[in-house]
């Protein structure tokens, strides 16, 4: 039996190398409903719009198998990432803490960030956090919870720019780069030097490390990274040139469900493609993210600021009238900066087996104007975005399957204050 369990492992992993999206099924529904999808479809540039939906069929033994539909897919477009690039951060900050294999150091131990470089900030206290202090494990949870970019900011120093682009490409995720912290306006020399950060058990120094400087560039030559007629500069003064986007962080909708696809079906790629994570960092980020934030007790959420949908773009919208289905849980990282929306998600119905894969982007932003705030979110891209979840989640409710799925691994309890 174990024999047969590696080859139809070892299947799964050659198929889902090889295949290629299909790429009339998304289309077809997209055009199959005018009503919600007119105006994304007659919009000159389709509101930017990608999707990559990914059908699972499990095996007899509970292996999966993927099959992918596409639209408008394409990794020379550039899109503005925003939030999404959390997600590889915050793995690869767990994969860094494994791989530094120091003695008692964890997520969970006190982590204080100096300065260094011009326009750094250092961080020593954190109320948020069970124990009042800074830790890998409650960025993770601020990150997967709220998006909450400081928390980015600080694993992206922790990991070091150039460690976490040798990341990407080891994972050969060759179509994306990440150069920069979010909302602090980074760039140039200072998106390259990362500051010196310890950690300490109680008063005991663990683990020193100095700050770092990553002299690589990345370049890379892509679509569409000119954006719009004008824009408002640092000091709020209109300037009428395009928007430039050469220098920023980028990371495709395939990668984006790659990274996905590998963090919950690990055992599907081959040993050397797999994130180096415990079992207890997986359960860890599964639960962080199909959790609401309204379920945390440490960090604490509360209404109105924050609501069950706040971060679930797929599915509900970002709502926050949207009424929770209890049978669902989405574990996802979404996005939302210079009128994009984006959400990489794993939708799953425990009482009906229903599980699948999507990753969709739309952006509008009809004055042409960037960083003047005027993005129609709530009026285009959300309800694109509710619309795609629920018309596949439909789509899947009806499609018919030999074996149903054992989505136990999945299934976690969200007591408060746990």
Do not use: W
């Amino acid at each position: 039996m174990k024999q047969f369990l590696t080859l139809a492992i070892l299947a799964t992993m050659l198929s889902a190398k090889a295949q290629q999206p299909d790429t009339v099924f998304l289309k077809q529904m997209l055009l199959s409903h005018p009503d919600m999808f007119s105006g994304i479809l007659s919009h000159p540039t389709q509101n930017e719009v990608q999707i990559l939906y990914t059908k699972i069929d499990r095996d007899k033994n509970n292996v999966p198998h993927f099959t992918l539909f596409s639209y408008r897919l394409n990794p020379r477009r550039y899109f503005y990432p925003a939030s999404t690039v959390k997600l590889p951060t915050a793995i690869f900050a767990l994969e860094k803490l494994n791989e530094l294999k120091i003695k008692g150091l964890n997520k969970d131990l006190k982590m204080l960030t100096d300065s260094l470089f011009k326009g750094q900030t250092k961080v020593v206290k954190d109320s948020s956090s069970v124990n009042g202090f800074p830790t890998v494990a409650n960025y993770i949870k601020k990150i997967l919870l709220v998006s909450d970019n400081d928390a980015y900011n600080r694993l992206y120093e922790f990991i070091g720019r150039s460690e976490i682009n040798k990341k990407l490409k080891k994972y050969q995720l060759n179509n994306t780069r990440i150069i920069g912290r979010l909302a602090v306006g980074d760039g140039g020399e200072s998106a390259k030097n990362t500051n010196p950060v310890d950690f300490y058990k109680g008063d005991k120094l663990i683990y020193h490390q100095p700050a770092g400087l990553d002299a690589n560039s990345y370049p890379m030559h892509l679509d569409n990274t000119m954006q719009g007629k004008g824009y408002l500069d640092k000091n709020d003064q209109l300037v009428m040139h395009p928007f430039d986007f050469s220098d920023k962080n980028v990371y495709p909708i395939a990668d984006q469900q790659m990274v996905l696809k590998r963090l919950l079906f690990p055992q599907a790629f081959p040993k050397s493609q797999r994130f180096n994570l415990t079992a207890n960092d997986y359960n860890f980020i599964y639960r962080n993210m199909s959790m609401f934030p309204t379920e945390s007790s440490k960090p604490t959420y509360n209404p109105p600021e924050y609501y069950p949908a706040y971060c679930k773009f797929l599915f509900y919208g970002g709502d926050s009238t949207a009424v929770i289905n209890p049978d669902i849980r989405i574990f996802n990282k979404p996005g939302d900066s210079y009128g994009y929306d984006i959400d990489n998600s794993y939708i799953v119905d425990f009482k009906n087996k229903v599980e699948f894969l999507v990753t969709a982007v739309v952006q509008s932003n009809e004055d042409g104007i960037y960083n003047d705030d005027k993005y129609e979110y709530e009026t285009v891209c959300l309800p694109f975005l509710k619309n795609i979840g629920q018309l596949l989640y439909q789509y899947e409710l009806s499609r018919p399957k030999k074996y149903l799925p054992d989505l136990t691994k999945f299934k976690f309890t969200y007591d408060k204050g746990k």
